[in-house]
């Protein structure tokens, strides 16, 4: 009998999601529009309310714009984690400044806050920290460390729709952006597309600007207005990073089912961790306190703890079974750009660097079934009981 292969990753668009593209593609408006505006005051008032938020096409862009607002140039230093995507860094490098890389805590596999300190000098500017997975960073400890030393906070917040600490959702914290990303495979998609959330009016407005080309009013405004349509100014050489009333008619039907989604890989994720609990394997890092913490599991990063078989073998065994699973991330001082260019070394970074070499994030989305998770959980079992 052959088993159909189970992806790593899939989005989950219903008929909702076509009917509501269709209907942008018929109203005749699919660029930045109604829909656009409208996915942004009702991500706004997801996130808690009281916040700015402003659309771009893909949380790249999202956070190119909010470290260009911050004011970053040549020559500036911006911590990041190591242990992330590479869009975290390569945003630093493209206002001409450098990323300086932070190991990663191996309790949380976040930013490990403790080290964040010593790696701040005269030229640091912004923090960065990453909600790895969809577990939120201590935000209380960063934005403290922040304060201490005059920097700027922008959340890579690409894997928390949504998560909260203490009882405070991620978007609502007083730093000065949050960044969402709306990629494919994220817990809510447009495609391609991101969010970014600020309560910083100067920053906003910057942005703003900078999302459409340096035009100090957008195209949606520039066409309903009632001054006259053609006139427009630039104040900057900006950016084409707005994100389509096509792509917003997509998330808001994904905003919708967002508390769905995240309660469903919850149990997903749970289900996980009680049937894999007797394995060789360290099971992801779980929020402190349930009650005030929410996880969005948008990833399940699990270690092998056996020398018995290495995660190559491990991945090659699963795909074998016909399960598909990932690596999150390849740290950054691995990659021939990052430790090229800064000269970086494995043993500046022993806890990425030990996390690497035994990482597997295992399918965790909600177009899975129970039936699809039950093969997954034989497939790991099957490998690692019979070592
Ligand atoms: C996906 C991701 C990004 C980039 O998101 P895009 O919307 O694809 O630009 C940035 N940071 C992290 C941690 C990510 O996982």
Redesign the pocket.
Known sequence: MTVKFLPFALPDIGEEEINEVVATLRSGWVTTGPKTKQFEQEFAKYVGGNVEAISVN????G?HLALEACGVTYGDEVIVPTL??T??GEIVRYLGADPVFVDCDPNTLCIDIAQIESKITAKTKVIIP?HMAGLPCDMEAILSLAKKHNLRVIE?A??TCPSKINNVMIGQHASDAVVY???AT?TITTG???MIVTKNAELAKRCKIMRLHGISRDAFDRYTSTKPAWFYEIVAPGYKYNLTDIASSLGLCQLAKADRFQARRQAMAERYLAELADLPIILPPQVNNPVTDLHSWHLFCCQLNTRKISRDEFIQAMSELGIGTSVHFIPLHLQPYWLERYNLQSEQFPNASQYFKVAVSLPLYTKMTDEDQTRVIAAVRQILVNL
Do not use: I
């Open positions: 893909s949380a790249t862009a956070l992330t995507f869009a975290t990453v890579d690409a894997h990303s709306f990629y994220k391609e597309g991101g």
